[in-house]
């Protein structure tokens, strides 16, 4: 008999835009090769960027450094580029959960906003959904990894394992609560995880699958 070929799928936390649309450009150049197989979350510079929410680091702003980059690389198109680059990104979802009951998004919600968290509010997504930006708000801007949170967050998302990014790790990952995984992929000890959707996991299982993105560092150690 013929093996069946397995489809791998690649999930991207956190694109972050600000000053690089040649970033943003690659995604989309990504989702279009493989629309089926390439997804993008919604992270918390890409939705600043859609309500129109200033971000800033070191008294820069990041959001007028991005929108002067692409002025200055699409000159007249450039009103054209960014009405596409706004569909592109309200089209990103903000969670996904697998069969399996792996959760994951950018990042997961304050314990003052988790009560308010259902399933249904990640699947009724319309027109209107960032009219009401509180809950997403705090879905994509919290570090708020406390266990009694984590526990509540991932009983009414029904999920096992919470995965998301949005903190930076010294070595890659980290775990800090009992259902979290936190993946930095960047630096020279990013990591990336590689789980199978046709088996259920634990975090220590999760944690167990994160590897190297450049292989010439070591292995990735313990979380912290």
């Known amino acids: 008999r013929r093996q069946r070929r397995e489809q791998i799928l690649l999930v991207v936390l956190e694109v972050g835009i600000d000053t690089s649309y040649e970033l943003i450009e690659e995604a989309a150049g990504l989702k279009i090769k493989y629309p089926h197989q390439v997804h993008f979350l919604l992270g918390n510079h890409e939705y600043s960027e859609l309500v129109g929410e200033e971000i800033m680091k070191g008294g820069v702003c990041l959001n007028i450094l991005f929108k002067e980059a692409m002025k200055k690389k699409y000159g007249e198109y450039y009103q054209e580029t960014r009405e596409e680059l706004m569909r592109f990104l309200q089209s990103w979802p903000l969670a996904i959960r697998t069969e399996s009951r792996v959760f994951l998004s950018h990042s997961t919600p304050e314990a003052e906003t988790v ?29 708020d990894y406390a266990v009694e949170s984590a526990e509540e967050f991932a009983k009414r998302m029904d999920a096992a394992v919470l995965i998301a990014g949005h903190t930076a790790c010294k070595n890659g990952y980290m775990t800090p609560s009992p259902w979290h995984v936190i993946i930095d992929s960047k630096d020279r000890n990013g990591c990336f995880l590689h789980i199978r959707l046709d088996r259920p996991y634990t975090p220590a299982d999760v944690a167990k699958t994160a590897k190297r993105i450049h292989p010439q560092q070591q292995q990735a150690r313990k979380p912290v």
Do not use: A, C, I
């Not at 209107?128 to 879905?139: A, I, R, W």
């Open 115 to 143: 009560q308010h968290f259902t399933l249904d509010f990640f699947r009724n997504r319309n027109e209107n959904f960032y009219e009401d930006g509180d809950l997403v708000y705090s879905l994509l801007w919290s570090r």
